[in-house]
């Protein structure tokens, strides 16, 4: 020790140092064992400086010593390790000695048995295993009683006989090794009867062929799930099929043969069969074809009907239709039958017949039997009808079945064409053929002709004479006035015009309709047939057809320019008076339309057109144009501003229009001027060629009053209006006029 001063002072003292204990010597005992082994010594020899022991131990393995020797139990779940020891003394605790200890497993415990479901008795290679055990070198199993292992002994699989005495009993198997055995697995295997012998068959063991509901039995049989029964040929199980007690039906073509039963296992199969000897007595063979007439009538007599010999038959057993005997041969395989005057059809059959066994099969044959036609029943049809009536049915009312056909005579032949032999005929009734006629039917068949009917007596009326002239145009454009239709003959309330765009506006009168959707009009134009049928008193009708021609639409055609008439070709000058909304296009020229009359005939309604040319010279209608009385001009209508005579898409002027056109000339008190200028190159052209009076006379053709009227469509107060002018005055004249005579007429563009 060191003071502050340097001073040192030292003091000494002697430490004993002990050794520890040594591993000087090796661990003895077995090196390996087994699991669950117990009582295992292990040692070793002292250890120097050693005054006690610790031990450790492999895993679980147990047992406690302080001293060099020590004995270990080992646990079935042991597994290998080491096993150590060191020892101890004051100085503590010494290196250790190490001792590897190997621990050998036992087999595990074994898995689930696999055995079949289903064993039997006698059943040898039955499949027994169970999934290969952990650590098992052998298999020992334990088997019920009559279990003999044939193949795999001491395996996880075997293969085994089953004896005959075998019962169900429990399977056992363990896993063995040099350590020992392992885990037990049991399972129950379940041995199932084989059907024993079956005992003696009860039952019917003579019997005839087509014998039915026979009662076969058999005494219980021990280890049958159902019972196997085999039959002779022909025979069949109607019921208790798979019992001990069957009921059999022997068909007629069924054999003697032996009947048998067995018992039957699901499982293990069929036992022994025991065997009943059944004779059966045949039936008269199946009857074979019957040969013989057919056809037959009703009365007919001596008809023979038979077959070929029928093996096993003693006699022959025949079946006939209502009405028909025999009347030699009975009992035999031929006979002689007759047929009454009330026989009817039917199957003609036989069959053969012996005394131990009954009836065989029997043959059959339809037979028709056909009588003579009953008589006819009442004939319905139609009356009154119509000469020239195509096709007209008549019918019997209750027809009679037997009859093939029918044979039908008409009265007079003349009256009409008959067509048909069958119960319903037609009639197509001659054009000139009117009155009374008769019909008669009588039923027809092979055997003859039934009574004829009562007569049938038909009315045949007369169809009126029809005929359709068409006083209207059969030309018009699209769009123009509806056309009324007139020309149809005779005239009156039944009579009716139909096709294509014609309509009904009133009550007899009838109009085609250029303007309608389903009429349409062509360059060339398109055709629409107009038929005219009138109906008389007695409801019978006639047709008369004319074709209207439907043009194209004018109202495109230029103005100023020309039109042309497409009823006859002829083509006008025209010209515009006004502007705007109230321009009108009217022609430059007097309508030329319609057949050149006389003058002092009057213009009827007679379905032609009529003219009057001026001085009656025909020449003069191609330069003025027609006269045409009012009515006339207004084809006999009275609506103003109606198309007329005019051409179509144009129309008559009215007493407005006319006005409208005056004031475009300067007023009425002037207008005249320019419309009787003929040197303008566009305008009226008014020509003075003078009127026609009542059919009397021409007046103001020449001289200083030659002047000229044109029509209006216009009636005021009762009379036509009409337009004049004339050679020395300006102005243009009104004039009220009757009817009868005859003026130009010019027209204006719808």
Not at 192 to 198: Q, T, Y
Not at 684 to 708: Q, R
Not at 738 to 745: C, E, H, L, R, T
């Amino acid at each position: 020790v060191t003071n502050n001063n340097g001073c040192v002072a030292r003091d000494t003292a002697m430490v004993m140092v002990d050794s520890l204990p040594m591993a000087n010597h090796a661990i003895t005992g077995p090196v390996q064992v087994c699991q669950g082994e117990n009582g295992v010594t292990y040692s070793t020899d002292t250890l120097h400086f050693a005054k006690s022991y610790s031990w450790t131990l492999p895993p679980d393995a147990a047992g406690a010593s302080a001293t060099n020797q020590i004995a270990l139990d080992f646990a079935i779940s042991a597994t290998s390790g080491n096993l150590k020891v060191h020892g101890i003394n004051q100085c503590g605790n010494g290196p250790e000695v190490v001792f590897p200890v190997t621990v050998n497993p036992l087999p595990l415990a074994a898995g689930a048995i696999s055995v079949p479901a289903s064993i039997c008795q006698g059943q040898n290679g039955v499949p027994i295993s169970v999934s290969p055990v952990t650590n098992a070198t052998s298999y020992s199993w334990s088997l019920p009683a009559g279990f003999t292992v044939v193949s795999g002994s001491g395996t996880s699989n075997i293969l085994v006989n089953v004896a005959l005495s075998a019962v169900s009993g429990p399977v056992t198997v363990t896993g063995h090794n040099s350590c020992g055995d392992g885990g037990t697995s049991t399972t129950t295997a379940t041995v199932k009867l084989f059907p024993l012998p079956a005992g003696p068959i009860t039952g019917t063991p003579v019997l005839c062929q087509g014998q039915t509901g026979i009662i076969y039995s058999v005494p219980a049989i021990p280890g049958a799930g159902s019972y196997i029964w085999t039959l002779p040929p022909g025979a069949t199980v109607t019921a208790g099929s798979g019992t001990g007690s069957v009921t059999v039906s022997f068909d007629s073509t069924a054999l003697s043969g032996a009947l048998t039963v067995r018992g039957h296992s699901i499982d293990c199969g069929d036992g022994v069969p025991s065997s009943l000897a059944v004779t059966v007595n045949p039936l008269p063979s199946p009857a074979g074809p019957i040969t013989g007439t057919t056809p037959v009538c009703q009365g007919q007599a001596g008809v023979s009907y038979s077959i070929p010999a029928i093996a096993n038959a003693a006699s022959y057993a025949w079946t006939l239709p209502p009405g028909c005997t025999i009347l030699g041969g009975a009992g035999t395989n031929t006979i002689t039958t007759g047929f009454s005057n009330s026989a009817t059809s039917g199957a003609f059959t036989v069959h053969g017949h012996n005394l131990s066994c009954g009836d065989g099969r029997h043959s059959g044959l339809p037979v028709a039997v056909n009588p003579l036609p009953l008589a006819a029943g009442n004939i319905s049809g139609t009356s009154p009808v119509c000469q020239g009536e195509p096709g007209i049915s008549y019918s019997i009312q209750l027809t009679d079945p037997l009859t093939t056909s029918w044979a039908w005579n008409l009265v007079p032949p003349a009256s009409g064409t008959l067509t048909g032999q069958s119960s319903t005929v037609s009639i197509s009734w001659d054009n000139a053929f009117t009155g009374n006629a008769s019909l008669f039917v009588n039923g027809v068949n092979g055997c003859g002709s039934g009574v004829v009917s009562a007569p049938m007596n038909i009315l045949v009326n007369p169809k009126p004479d029809v005929t359709f002239l068409a006083c209207n145009d059969l030309f018009t454009t699209k769009n123009a006035f509806p056309v009324i239709l007139k020309g149809g003959y005779p005239t009156g309330l039944n009579g009716v015009y139909s096709g294509t765009g014609i309509s009904q506006p009133t009550a007899g009168t009838f109009v085609f309709d250029p303007g309608s959707g389903a009429v349409s009009g062509s360059a060339t134009g398109v055709p629409y047939s107009i038929t005219y049928r009138y109906t008389n008193v007695y409801n019978c009708f006639r047709e008369a057809t004319r074709t209207m021609k439907v043009f194209s639409s004018n109202s495109a055609q230029p103005c100023p320019g020309t039109v042309t008439d497409v009823r006859d070709g002829k083509t006008y000058q025209t010209f515009i008076s006004g502007s705007g909304a109230a321009a009108r296009c009217w022609m430059a020229e007097n309508l030329n339309y319609g057949t050149a009359i006389a003058g002092n005939m009057p213009q009827t309604d007679n379905c032609t057109v009529e003219k009057y040319c001026a001085n009656d010279l025909p020449a003069q209608c191609g330069i003025s144009g027609g006269f045409y009385q009012w009515d006339e001009m207004m084809n006999y209508l009275t609506a103003e501003g109606i198309q007329g005579l005019c051409m179509p898409g144009w129309h008559v002027p009215s007493h407005q229009e006319w006005d409208d056109l005056e004031s475009n000339y300067y007023g009425t008190g002037l207008a005249g001027n320019s419309l009787k200028d003929l040197s303008v190159p566009i305008g009226f052209h008014g020509m003075l060629s003078g009127v026609l009076y009542l059919n009397n006379s021409w007046k103001f053709t020449s001289g200083s009053l030659t002047g000229e009227m044109f029509w209006s469509s216009t009636i005021l107060s009762g009379w036509p209006l009409a337009k004049g002018i004339n050679l020395i005055n300006p102005s243009v004249s009104e004039y009220r006029s009757g009817n009868g005579n005859a003026f130009p007429v010019r027209c204006v563009k719808d």
